[in-house]
């Protein structure tokens, strides 16, 4: 494979998703970043029993806090999520599902399972995890190249082959 082809790949696959992912109330179009962040949330919530952090989010998607805050304020600007100071620690803010959020949290699940399935279509199941595990290794991969690259004499094998 020539060099640069993940690389354009990935690159490819970004700019070929949707940037919105439509109407969930009337007139008011959700981002899919919007989408993804609702659906974590939701998740979150049930795994943990309680309001999600932001710290908590953020570990849970790999995204920055800089960028899911982004997100979190579209997301209060039109009533889906709203903040407030934690009664069990009063230097965190816990991130709390509106009832219009639950309104639509079947569509939310929709919307990104419909994602999903669009992403994997033609792909043997069986392929999947393999997928999977190689789409989490280039995405460490693509964070230790941002911070640095891997450490200092740990030989780090090519997927691109060399042409010769």
Do not use: W
């Amino acid at each position: 494979m020539p060099q640069g082809r993940i690389a354009g790949l990935i690159r490819q696959i970004n700019s070929a998703l949707p940037v919105d992912a439509g109407s969930l109330f009337e007139g008011d179009t959700l981002s899919f970043a919007q989408v993804f962040v609702l659906e974590e949330l939701f998740a979150l919530e049930r795994a943990v029993g309680a309001p999600a952090s932001l710290t908590a989010l953020a570990r849970r998607t790999g995204l920055s806090k800089a960028a899911i805050c982004e997100t979190l304020k579209g997301l209060q600007k039109r009533g889906y999520v709203r903040a407030r100071i934690s009664r069990a620690d009063n230097r965190q803010k816990e991130l709390l599902l509106t009832a219009r959020a639950r309104a639509v949290e079947g569509e939310v699940h929709r919307r990104i399972a419909g994602l999903d399935r669009t992403l994997c279509a033609g792909i043997a199941r069986e392929d999947l995890g393999v997928l999977e595990r190689s789409l989490r290794t280039i995405l460490k991969n693509a964070k230790g190249a941002r911070e640095g690259g891997p450490p200092a004499g740990q030989a780090v094998p090519s997927c691109t082959k060399e042409e010769t």
